[in-house]
């Protein structure tokens, strides 16, 4: 058994997804269920005896103790954080409490159920954390990109809360010897995303005729991940990384913002044309750079690649055909998510 926490999230809810059709090895699901926790992306594991959902907060480590001591999981897979560049600005105080303080009580619920194991039990647990390439800070448009010896420069209260999580746990590793991997993400994008996000932020106002908000001039570089090749270079990273480790994690696809809204466009001008002839491109709005907006990101991928074997198995093209897809063919899923705090969210943020 396997302990996920965070996994009614975007990419932690794919995970789950993913891990229970490849695997019959259950899974306990921790989750606060916070606005981008969603039980509907776990529908069809409603009755799937492997599935035991918990509600709950990665902060309270009498209740991870608890579940530990109860179910005794051979990994636990930490995807529990706030993730909103955005929101972070606006409201940093819970990206502290849930991404530095949750992580450290994590870490101390976990690696005192781990001091208890024995033998072969003790040998074979993992506690993996998941995190992201913005501890990284940005990147000119001639640098390299980031490798996992590259220094930690933070420029968002998100992402300094992910860099002094990913601290703790490199920190428990060397100090009590707990056996930790890390993992650093480019950007996701895929099926079940919170429409906060640009991509299906971007679809779901294309269908709703609302402006498609471009933050300055849409020259922002991101590397798009898509998030079933995320899921499957932590599943290999689980199964053979070397303890105590950091494997970046990207696509190889470095994209524009602007270009990667302007495909997104063209698709849905080709699978659901707009009643009146226009082209969706013509929603397109540019608005107010965001303060402090990394202008580059870039995943160098090679350790991972060479060391176990991975590589994305979609590229952008393929990806965000799926992506766009699923969005339109899953309407119910986005009637149910977009609810009135989350229009109150956009408006705020993007204006009305």
């Known amino acids: 058994m396997i302990l996920v926490t965070g996994g009614a999230g975007f990419i932690g809810g794919n995970f789950v997804l993913d891990w229970l059709a490849q695997h019959d090895e259950p899974v306990i699901n921790l989750d606060k269920l916070t606005y981008a926790g969603n039980l ?142 890390t993992t650093n993400c480019s950007n996701n994008y895929g099926p079940y995303h919170f429409p906060e996000k640009l991509i299906p932020l971007v679809i779901l106002n294309a269908q709703a005729g609302k402006p498609l908000p471009i933050y300055g001039d849409g020259q922002q570089v991101r590397d798009w991940l898509y998030v079933k090749d995320h899921c499957a270079a932590i599943r290999r990273v689980l199964e053979a990384g070397r303890l105590g480790e950091t494997y970046n994690v990207g696509g190889w696809n470095e994209k524009p913002n602007l270009e990667v809204v302007h495909t997104i466009c063209a698709m849905l001008d080709e699978l659901r044309p707009r009643a009146d002839g226009e082209h969706y491109a013509s929603q397109i709005t540019f608005v107010q750079d965001r303060p402090g907006h990394d202008r580059r990101y870039a995943i160098d991928a090679t350790k991972l690649s060479r060391e176990l074997g991975w590589k994305p198995a979609e590229t952008f093209d393929t990806g965000i055909r799926k992506t766009v897809a699923w969005y339109l063919d899953n309407q119910d899923w986005i009637d149910n998510v977009t609810s009135g705090a989350y229009r109150d969210w956009v408006a705020t943020q993007y204006g009305a």
Do not use: C, M
């Open 40 to 181: 509907d992306t776990l529908a069809s594991l409603k009755d799937d005896p492997r599935h035991l959902f918990v509600r709950g907060d990665i902060g309270d480590r009498e209740l991870i103790a608890r579940l530990l001591a109860e179910h005794r999981p051979r990994a636990v897979i930490n995807f529990a954080a706030e993730s909103h560049v955005d929101r972070s600005i606006s409201g940093p105080g819970e990206f502290i409490q849930t991404n530095v303080v949750g992580t450290f009580n994590l870490l101390e619920a976990v690696r005192g159920y781990w001091k208890e194991l024995e033998g072969e039990a003790k040998q074979a647990f993992r506690f993996l954390h998941v995190s992201t390439d913005e501890v990284y800070g940005t990147l000119s448009a001639d640098d390299a990109p980031f490798a996992e010896t590259n220094a930690y420069e933070p420029n968002s209260p998100y992402s300094a809360s992910k860099a002094a999580s990913d601290h703790l746990v490199r920190a428990w590793h060397h100090t009590y010897g707990l056996p930790v991997l």
